[in-house]
T-cell receptor, first 110, second 112 residues
Framework: GENVEQHPSTLSVQEGDSAVIKCTYSDSASNYFPWYKQELGKRPQLIIDIRSNVGEKKDQRIAVTLNKTAKHFSLHITETQPEDSAVYFCAARGGFKTIFGAGTRLFVKA | NAGVTQTPKFRVLKTGQSMTLLCAQDMNHEYMYWYRQDPGMGLRLIHYSVGEGTTAKGEVPDGYNVSRLKKQNFLLGLESAAPSQTSVYFC???????????FGQGTRLTVV
């Protein structure tokens, strides 16, 4: 079955710096890769997603890159702000299942 | 616009008791999922459904059962609760496989 590994588990950056979170997946048939943000005590919410026919997608300060050959995908947040502090989850869809990574807790220090 | 609603929000069970968690969505979504969230382990898929009357096992199905008798509802049952099932449970639904999953607000379950 699909397995998704996410690194790092914790990331601390200074406000204004960039943050990068990396994920790898095991199922080469996976073709949809969403990223979710979960603030403390809240439900996860989609922030960006990418499909396998695209190598990169950007939405304002966030971008996602996908390398299907290496089975890697990454989330990039530029010009980080304190409100970016949250837990971020990557995920991969193989078949009917969407499997999540273990999450990255991002701290943005003002 | 309610989206995905979970009932109850909090529950404390004694070991061996049973309970049912209800997930209701008003978006006419075909796909529904139950996840559990534990510290450091992310969201792990328990069971899922690809349409009314269908259910399938996810990554961690043992100790849980589900039913999808109506399209809008997905029930998660614990027949004999164990302390290892202490967790936050999230339900999610999506319209199509490669679209956003909408999550409920979560149910915090403690088994003592």
């Amino acid at each position: 079955g699909e397995n998704v590994e996410q690194h790092p588990s914790t990331l601390s950056v200074q406000e204004g710096d960039s943050a990068v979170i990396k994920c790898t997946y095991s199922d080469s048939a996976s073709n949809y890769f969403p990223w979710y943000k979960q603030e403390l005590g809240k439900r996860p919410q989609l922030i960006i997603d990418i499909r396998s026919n695209v190598g990169e997608k950007k939405d304002q300060r966030i971008a996602v890159t996908l390398n299907k050959t290496a089975k890697h995908f990454s989330l990039h947040i530029t010009e980080t702000q304190p409100e970016d502090s949250a837990v971020y989850f990557c995920a991969a869809r193989g078949g009917f299942k969407t499997i999540f990574g273990a999450g990255t807790r991002l701290f943005v220090k003002a | 616009n309610a989206g995905v609603t979970q009932t109850p929000k909090f529950r404390v069970l004694k070991t061996g008791q049973s309970m049912t968690l209800l997930c209701a969505q008003d978006m006419n979504h075909e796909y529904m999922y139950w996840y559990r969230q534990d510290p450091g382990m992310g969201l792990r898929l328990i069971h899922y459904s690809v349409g009314e009357g269908t259910t399938a096992k996810g990554e961690v199905p043992d100790g849980y059962n589900v039913s999808r008798l109506k399209k809008q509802n997905f029930l998660l049952g614990l027949e004999s609760a164990a302390p290892s099932q202490t967790s936050v449970y999230f339900c999610a639904s999506k319209a199509q496989l490669d679209t956003e999953a909408f999550f409920g607000q979560g149910t915090r379950l403690t088994v003592v």
